[in-house]
């Protein structure tokens, strides 16, 4: 049985990799604003976007905020908890009434030193309420080292990176499972997701059906890091990870998030057009138009419709 709905998730997997895909730029005119970008959340409604703005050495990491209204994105502002401290990698739950978060702020309220990074969150009663504020999610998921990337499927297991010591390699990803209202304690998956290598910026499915993940410089990969996907079969174990190649580039692709409303990824990318040489002289104007290119080697958001 397990052999027919492995074979399943191989079919469906090379169905998704056969796929023509148009990747196009997200939010250019809002994005090209910041030195660079990474990772991007998008709420259930469509009208609510959150995504890191850092500089060009990854400096100032700061969660920025936009609007949906009457079919207009507002201009981008500071996200009202962000700001301070290191920030990064937002991620709504499938319902929208949670907003889970990195940062190293000081877990007391007395102190203004920075820690380790940990996972936090905020939330909301309904989608028109105020969001509270910021709650770090506690043992046994943070710890004395780093956590990054949380995502949430609808039963409130969490999904994340760590380089805690029960990780196969460098970085890994573990779950931890939510039962009475309560995290157990994480474990890292199986070998299928996980090497000795960095696994990171892991995206759940809200029905945990599928891990969209982040695997850098594997066997199989196009040049540096590439984003994988893996399924998961009725009997819990997931398949071999599958290199997402027909969006993949040679440059580093990662963060994935996948919209199910929309069957929308997004995930953000260092690829680059620009060439060392061109048919003529280029004036300045042409020069500044090329550097400041969307594809210019500096982390973008993009997005690609696909079934996954």
Known sequence: MYKIAALLSFLVIQFSNSQ??????????????????????????????????QGY????????????????????????????????????????LKLFF??????????????DHDIWYIERTNISSDW????????PINTDGDEFYPSIAKNGNIYYTSTASISKGKDDILVSIRKNETYNEPISLQETINTEGYEYNSYIAPDESFLIFGGYKRKDGLGSGDLYISRKST??????????????????????????????????????????????????EELLKIMNSHKNGLSRIYSCVIKL
Request: charged share 25%; net charge negative.
């Open 235 to 284: 009997n819990g174990n997931w398949s071999d990870a599958e290199n997402l190649t027909n969006l993949n580039s040679d440059k580093m692709d990662y963060c994935p998030y996948y919209d199910v409303n929309t069957n929308t990824l997004y995930f953000t990318s260092k690829r680059s057009d620009i060439k060392d040489t061109y048919t003529h002289n280029r004036n300045l």
């Open 132 to 139: 509270s504020a910021p709650m770090n999610i506690g043992t």
């Open 20 to 53: 023509e895909l148009k990747i196009q730029p997200v939010l250019p005119e809002i994005i090209s604003q910041f030195p660079n970008v990474r990772d991007f959340t998008i709420s259930p409604t469509q009208d609510e976007v959150y995504f890191t703005a």
């Open 57 to 96: 050495l990854g400096e100032l990491s700061t969660i920025i905020k936009v609007v949906k209204k009457e079919k207009q994105w507002s201009s981008p502002q500071v996200a009202p908890f962000s700001g301070q401290y290191r920030d990064l990698e937002a991620m709504f739950s499938p319902d929208g």
């Open 102 to 115: 990195v940062s190293n702020r000081p877990k007391s309220p007395t102190t203004q030193e920075p820690k």
